[in-house]
């Protein structure tokens, strides 16, 4: 008898041991432990735990088919139910499931939440699909609105797929040619996601709410190597109010011959929002048909809203490098049929460089919409370091660097920008901090005010402030912006090059108050104007109502705000007397070695500044009379800001 009574303790401590899986319910059978999460989850489906029900992973679990929830109904019978690794438990939920999903829920109220400590937001479990073969990780599933996942939370995990061909995190209708899932009140945060072909994929029908309060934020999609995910970071179809906000994307995997995209509100997406996100280092290293962007917007008009109603705002797009002739490399794409009612603002993009030898472009933010009532505004963005390898022959979308491109549609705002071109494409061309294609067509398409168009570019050729394949009858009003070059035309448009200001304005129209002025920026990478050296650029905007704000949040002026994404103030100390008085003088100019500098009252010194915006001299004088060295400098353009005792008045020095 004690033979057999220590036999049967023996197993029962057996069993225990291997149970990964502990399961306690408000109703039904209160409690169980099993050995995967598909038994626990085949026990709710059964009826067997009811209620409000918390499942805790306690060790490591080996699925070895899917493991399938179904909605609450019928046998299956609860009201909540939540996975989580116990309080200090470090655990893998993994299994090798050829195509289908890992996990798959059709139910409501659903939590997973990967962190073994409540308040810590910690990392703890890991859901993996090791299947090669068409495998996902955790699958959503609802059919009709009826029976639509509602309050979803999948926060806290490691996601992780068994290869990039297939996507890791889905919610849609399940179907074989799916048309779309039903979902709302859905969160998705602080998530890890790897080895995916897209690694959040979130497929709606079209219907009026469906998608409501969905909330994508403070992902991790950075993994590279064997981990990189391939496609797409992000992508939402037909859905009506998301909100993507704080994720990290970027290291795609760059050899597939295929336009890579961080973040795609595709058809039917309305009444959704982009927030936020820092996107980097997508590309593609062949030359075929590759590319990528980083945020593209293609919703058209028909979802639940036939307008858009999308915003894309405070993000961080930078280093996008390409070899490839596809047909989209950009920043920011905003475009698609008959799409209306964007907004992109306050978006800092950079470092977007096309080294295709054929001359394909790169673009930081490109509009081309097909919609000729687009009432899409375009501000406070700062745009720099667009750059493609070069060609000379022509200026339309892929053939050289366009800080910002308009190739098609009507109705755009372009109101308080920042673009620079400060990095040289590899052969001469036709760059542009501002370019409209000959696409654009309609009369008074795009009213264009108060930027900052600037092009530092030093390679050969042309680099234009502005250009425009278009007739100058597309602009409804351009004014108030400050274009400048470094090269020998300021603009181009009608078949020409436009050399000077008065060129421009005669061959755009408008201008009458635009500026030719270098600005001086903060530093080479702070594209904040510098409060000294820019006297000339101070309060020479004009107020437009669409934008009261700049890109730092800070009030514009009601009367007289400034060029750019950001408000300045001057550094005026008194009336200029050297100015007034006509009495400063410098020569030679262009210079080769020394600068000359004589001035009615004393000179305390002089500072020097690149195109770039950084500081290159520093002589100090005090003295009437001085000479500024600028042997040790390369050739280009220079501005010199004098302080004297009582002001400071900057210049613009050429050195050969």
């Not at 209160?30 to 038994?39: A, F, M, V």
């Not at 982009?274 to 008009?301: E, F, H």
Request: proline share 2%; aromatic share 8%.
């Amino acid at each position: 008898m004690r033979k057999i009574l220590f036999c049967l303790m023996a197993g029962i401590a057996v069993s225990s041991f291997h149970a990964q899986v502990s399961l306690s319910a408000t109703a039904g059978t209160t409690t169980g432990t099993y050995t995967t999460l598909k038994d626990a989850f085949d026990a709710v489906n059964a009826g067997t735990h009811q209620g409000g029900i918390t499942i805790s992973i306690t060790g490591n679990t080996t699925e070895t088919a899917t493991a399938s929830l179904n909605a609450s109904g019928g046998t299956a019978s609860y009201t909540s139910l939540s996975i989580k690794p116990a309080t200090g438990v470090t655990a893998t939920i993994s299994g090798s499931i050829a195509s289908a999903p890992l996990i798959k829920i059709m139910g409501s109220n659903i939590t997973l939440d990967g962190s073994n400590d409540p308040t810590a937001g910690t990392k703890d479990l890991t859901i993996t699909n090791t299947s090669t073969t068409a495998p996902q990780v955790l699958t959503f599933i609802a059919t009709s609105a009826a029976t639509a996942n509602t309050n979803i939370t999948v926060k806290n995990l490691n996601i992780i797929n068994g290869i990039n061909t297939s996507s890791a995190f889905v919610i849609y209708d399940g179907n074989a040619s799916p048309t779309g899932g039903y979902f709302s009140n859905v969160v998705i945060r602080n998530n890890s996601i790897k080895k995916a072909y897209i690694g959040i994929y979130l497929l709606a029908a079209i219907s009026a709410n469906n998608g409501f309060n969905t909330l994508i934020t403070g992902n991790d999609l950075t993994a590279s190597g064997t981990d990189a995910n391939r496609l797409a970071g992000i992508y939402v179809q037909g859905a009506d109010g998301v909100m993507v906000s704080n994720n990290n994307i970027g290291n795609f995997e760059t050899l597939n011959t295929e336009i890579k995209r961080g973040i795609w509100f595709a058809t039917g997406t309305v009444n959704s929002s982009v927030l936020s996100n820092t996107i980097s280092n997508l590309g593609y290293t062949g030359t075929g048909a590759g590319g990528a962007s980083g945020i593209t917007v293609t919703t058209g008009n028909t979802g639940a809203s036939a307008i858009a109603n999308v915003t894309v705002r405070g993000n961080t797009i930078s280093n996008f490098n390409s070899s490839g002739t596809g047909t989209l490399f950009a920043g920011i794409f905003a475009g698609g049929t008959q799409t209306t009612g964007m907004i992109v603002d306050n978006n800092k993009i950079s470092g977007i460089k096309n080294t295709n030898a054929g001359g394909y472009g790169a673009q930081g933010l490109y509009l081309a919409t097909t919609s000729t009532a687009a009432n899409t505004l375009v501000s406070n963005n700062v745009i720099n370091g667009i750059s493609g390898n070069g060609y000379s022959l022509g200026g339309d979308t892929n053939d050289n660097g366009n800080g910002i491109i308009i190739s098609s549609g009507a109705g755009y705002k372009i109101y308080y920008n920042t673009v620079v071109m400060n990095v040289n494409q590899t052969v001469s061309g036709r760059p542009s901090a501002f370019n409209v294609t000959n696409g654009v067509t309609a009369a008074g398409a795009i009213d264009v005010r108060n930027n900052l168009f600037v092009n530092t570019q030093t390679q050969a050729g042309d680099k234009y402030a502005i250009y425009s394949g278009a007739a100058n009858t597309v602009f409804s009003t351009i004014n108030y912006n400050d274009y400048y070059s470094s090269g020998t035309n300021l603009g181009y448009i009608g078949n020409a090059a436009k050399a000077l200001l008065t060129d421009v304005q005669v061959g755009f129209g408008g201008n009458a108050n635009s500026l030719n002025i270098l600005p001086v920026f903060v530093s080479a990478t702070d594209f904040h104007l510098s409060t000294t050296g820019n006297t000339a650029l101070d309060n020479k905007g004009t107020p437009v109502a669409d934008v009261t704000v700049d890109a730092d949040g800070n009030t514009r002026n009601a009367v007289t705000p400034d060029l750019g994404a950001f408000e300045f103030t001057a550094n005026v100390l008194a009336v200029n007397e050297m100015t007034k008085n006509n009495k400063v003088s410098f020569y030679p100019n262009p210079v080769t070695d020394y600068l000359y500098i004589n001035g009615a009252g004393k000179i305390k010194d002089v500072e020097g500044y690149n195109i770039s915006g950084q500081k290159v001299i520093s002589e100090t004088i005090n003295a009437e009379k001085g000479s500024v060295d600028m042997r040790k400098l390369p050739a280009g353009v220079y501005v010199l800001k004098m302080n004297g005792e009582k002001e400071s008045q900057s210049v613009k020095v050429i050195k050969k």
